[in-house]
């Protein structure tokens, strides 16, 4: 009888394990991600101002903080956010740094004569084709609005960043932190870099 009843239970025990086995695979894989990004503007700018000061302030446009899912599927539970509270004093002490190495002294009140207001209209994460099934291949976008209004008048800049990134599996959250990371990065390069808004903010 005790020979009958292992034999017995085995398959059931094995049976089980194989209808769990993709419920916890399904359950891995709809994880969401929560990045901590970490933009650098890096070192390599224009030295344009003489000490000014420039009013600076730094503000998510997003709808959402929701960047994609790692699925690609608009409806998956596998989320990849960035947080306002976590991205936007980022940008904000990057967008610091990049006025003092271009010669400009940035305050946060508005008793200056520029103001500077840098956004963050969009931050994307989502598969190259839309009816894709699966994500194995995805287009990231960062665009940031830039404003400077000074006695001269207001100019505003549009300053975007892309990047495709094929995948041979799913990438983790440091391999998406890393990536989202470095577009943000390009994204703030390009802004600072720009002739039209170094003059703007120098007259």
């Known amino acids: 009888m005790r020979r009958l009843i292992t034999v017995r239970t085995r398959p059931a025990f094995a049976l089980v394990a194989l209808l769990m086995t993709?419920?916890?695979?399904?359950?891995?894989?709809?994880?969401?991600?929560?990045?901590?990004?970490?933009?650098?503007?890096?070192t390599?700018?224009?030295?344009?101002?003489?000490?000014?000061?420039?009013?600076?302030?730094v503000v998510d446009g997003r709808r959402s903080d929701v960047l994609g899912t790692r699925s690609g599927s608009p409806a998956s539970t596998?989320?990849?956010?960035?947080?306002?509270?976590?991205?936007?004093?980022?940008?904000?002490?990057?967008?610091?740094?990049?006025?003092?190495?271009?010669g400009f002294s940035p305050v946060e009140d508005g008793s200056a004569n520029a103001t500077l207001t840098l956004t963050l209209a969009d931050l994307s994460y989502a598969p190259v084709e839309a009816d894709a099934p699966l994500l194995d291949a995805a287009q990231l976008q960062a665009v940031l609005h830039a404003q400077v209004a000074?006695?001269?008048?207001?100019?505003?800049?549009?300053?975007?960043?892309?990047?495709?990134?094929?995948?041979?599996?799913?990438?983790?959250?440091?391999?998406?932190?890393?990536?989202?990371?470095?577009?943000?990065?390009?994204?703030?390069?390009?802004?600072?870099?720009d002739p039209e808004l170094s003059r703007q903010l120098k007259d």
């Not at 390599?44 to 302030?57: K, M, V």
């Not at 940008?91 to 740094?97: D, P």
């Not at 008048?153 to 300053?159: K, L, Q, R, S």
């Open 150 to 193: 000074n006695d001269g008048g207001t100019y505003t800049g549009t300053y975007t960043a892309k990047r495709k990134q094929s995948f041979a599996i799913k990438p983790d959250w440091d391999s998406n932190n890393r990536m989202v990371s470095d577009l943000l990065s390009n994204a703030l390069r390009r802004a600072f870099s």
């Open 44 to 57: 390599d700018l224009p030295h344009t101002g003489s000490g000014q000061e420039i009013a600076l302030s």
């Open 78 to 102: 596998s989320t990849i956010r960035v947080p306002a509270h976590d991205v936007i004093p980022k940008l904000q002490t990057q967008a610091e740094q990049a006025l003092r190495r271009m």
């Open 22 to 42: 993709p419920l916890l695979m399904i359950g891995c894989a709809q994880s969401p991600q929560i990045l901590q990004v970490k933009p650098d503007i890096g």
